[in-house]
């Protein structure tokens, strides 16, 4: 595969619920934390999150209450639990969940492999975080990549001195996955650099010719078939996401195979790759994601590239964080 012929440049220095599948009988969800925290924190936060999950099933089975949920919340923690609810129509059928009480890197904690069913597009299983302050109020709440994925990061964190680092990443993939499952084109249009460069790879047959257009990136084999790369700006891409948010009536988007690449000289610049499934009510798809994300403001992360294509390259390679030459400035 041929080196990407451009930079990622960095600016400024460079409920009406009746769903089908849901429980019949409430189950009684307890939710026991055994490390992390103080004791009483522990114990404080498993009963609050016990509540909240017991409340969650009775919502989908139409009896649910927001007083039952408040309690334990902030206002923003309040208003992202009922929205999952309503969208995802979560319930648990786990009589009890033994986790742990995690520090988050930006203060506060995680709870997190809380197993639950979800009726989008049939019932799956995902899996709940709750993100709690250092009151133990919960202020956040959505769905988490696999176990495995998760432990595999952590581990590489521990031993590549940058657990911080991809605690925050992994915490934005989580979001940015979520936002499209909630069609919320104002957080993806806000993680996104201004100057961000959107790639898209489309793939053509063999005896299809295209006209030279200013937006087409590369032309590149792709085994039999061949590829090409569309460039596209932000506010383009982020038009052509609100019309797939409208036409669509869910959307579900799953990640596999996550891999972390931190840029060999700009400590603060990474690269993730990705395996992303598309699932929506008019359209599937399935491909390999890259975004470069800047991390030099741990409070307001940005996505500086993306680029998706279908397929990998006859040699096997995906678009990765060496495709690209990145320059401060």
Not at 21 to 33: D, S
Not at 66 to 88: V, W, Y
Not at 109 to 119: M, P, Q
Not at 241 to 248: G, I, M, P, S
Request: hydrophobic share 40%; aromatic share 10%.
């Amino acid at each position: 595969m041929r080196k990407m012929t451009g930079m990622a440049t960095l600016s400024c220095l460079v409920l009406a619920l009746g769903l089908a599948g849901a429980p019949q009988t409430i189950v009684l969800t307890r939710v026991v934390l055994e490390y992390g925290g103080t004791p009483e924190l522990r114990a404080s936060i498993g009963a609050a999150l016990s509540a909240v999950m017991q409340e969650m099933n009775r919502f989908v089975a139409g009896r649910g209450n927001d007083d039952g949920l408040r309690p334990h919340c902030t206002a923003e923690g309040f208003a992202a639990l009922k929205q999952i609810i309503a969208t995802a129509g979560c319930f648990s059928t786990i009589p009890e969940y033994r986790t742990n009480l995690i520090e988050a890197p930006n203060g506060g904690y995680e709870v997190r492999n809380l197993s639950v069913k979800v009726n989008m597009a049939g019932t799956r299983i995902q899996y709940l975080v709750f993100k709690l302050n250092a009151s133990g109020k919960i202020i956040h709440v959505h769905f988490a990549i696999e176990e495995k994925y998760y432990n595999q990061i952590m581990q590489e964190g521990r031993a590549k001195n940058d657990l911080f680092n991809r605690q925050i990443i992994l915490g934005l993939m989580e979001d940015f996955r979520l936002a499209h499952n909630r069609k919320d084109s104002v957080y993806l249009e806000n993680i996104y650099s201004d100057d961000a460069l959107i790639i898209v790879g489309q793939v053509l047959e063999k005896k299809q010719r295209t006209p030279s257009d200013k937006n087409d990136w590369e032309l590149s084999d792709l085994g039999g078939e061949r590829i090409r790369f569309v460039r596209k700006s932000k506010q383009q891409y982020i038009a052509g996401l609100k019309r797939a948010f409208r036409k669509n009536e869910f959307v579900l988007v799953f990640f596999y195979d996550f891999e972390i690449q931190r840029h060999p000289l700009l400590a603060d610049i990474y690269g993730v790759n990705v395996r992303q499934r598309w699932t929506s009510s008019t359209y599937n798809d399935h491909g390999y994601l890259f975004v470069l994300i800047d991390l030099r403001n741990k409070t307001q992360p940005l996505i500086r590239v993306r680029s998706w294509q279908p397929k990998p390259f006859e040699d096997g390679s995906v678009v990765r964080l060496g495709n690209f030459d990145v320059i401060r400035r």
